[in-house]
T-cell receptor, first 115, second 113 residues
Framework: AQSVSQHNHHVILSEAASLELGCNYS??????LFWYVQYPGQHLQLLLK??????LVKGIKGFEAEFIKSKFSFNLRKPSVQWSDTAEYFCAVNGGTSGTYKYIFGTGTRLKVLA | DAGVTQSPTHLIKTRGQQVTLRCSPKSGHDTVSWYQQALGQGPQFIFQ???????QRGNFPDRFSGHQFPNYSSELNVNALLLGDSALYLC????????????FGSGTRLTVV
């Protein structure tokens, strides 16, 4: 079955540090990839998505992600984090062996940014 | 404002009871998906409704059932509650292709005692 792995469960950074959160998915044919964010006390929100084309995807709030097909990875990056980026980040995959409609989510990475 | 409205926000039930959770999708969306999020885990897909039909189901027992109404709103029903059903239940709405991404509600926190 399709699966998603997020290797870092907790990350602590200082403001202005660079961020990279790992996401790997199991092979399952053509997939669509997403990153969602959940700020404290808020609902899950879409950060960015990849379907095809340019493997470097830019999202909201300065986030970007790179799809590397050979590594089955879709890592999230931000050059300089802010205190307001403190949140939980979820990688998700759609398609492949999981079927057309459902999303498979990773277990999430809790990011804490120190002011 | 999430755009997706879920009710109630919190619920406490006893083992063996039945519960109904409700969801109103974002305006313009016609597809509703339900997810279960246990503590420390990512959301897990329960099922998805489109055109009042369940069109994909995750690995959840038949105790979990749902319904979609003509106005696209949806209900999630869980029968014979178990302690392990305690979780945050998320409703997500989308267009029928789901490729645009979901809009999530804030969830219903269900505690089974």
């Amino acid at each position: 079955a399709q699966s998603v792995s997020q290797h870092n469960h907790h990350v602590i950074l200082s403001e202005a540090a660079s961020l990279e959160l790992g996401c790997n998915y199991s092979y399952g044919g053509t997939v669509n990839l997403f990153w969602y964010v959940q700020y404290p006390g808020q609902h899950l929100q879409l950060l960015l998505k990849y379907f095809s084309g340019d493997p470097l995807v830019k999202g909201i709030k300065g986030f970007e992600a790179e799809f590397i097909k050979s590594k089955f990875s879709f890592n999230l990056r931000k050059p300089s984090v802010q205190w307001s980026d403190t949140a939980e980040y979820f990688c998700a995959v759609n398609g492949g062996t999981s079927g057309t409609y459902k999303y498979i989510f990773g277990t999430g990475t809790r990011l804490k940014v120190l002011a | 404002d999430a755009g997706v409205t879920q009710s109630p926000t919190h619920l406490i039930k006893t083992r063996g009871q039945q519960v109904t959770l409700r969801c109103s999708p974002k305006s313009g969306h016609d597809t509703v998906s339900w997810y279960q999020q246990a503590l420390g885990q990512g959301p897990q897909f329960i099922f998805q409704y489109y055109e009042e039909e369940e069109r994909q189901r995750g690995n959840f027992p038949d105790r979990f059932s749902g319904h979609q109404f003509p106005n696209y709103s949806s209900e999630l029903n869980v029968n014979a509650l178990l302690l392990g059903d305690s979780a945050l239940y998320l409703c997500a709405s989308s267009f029928w292709t789901v490729l645009g991404g979901y809009t999530f509600g804030s969830g219903t926190r269900l505690t089974v005692v």
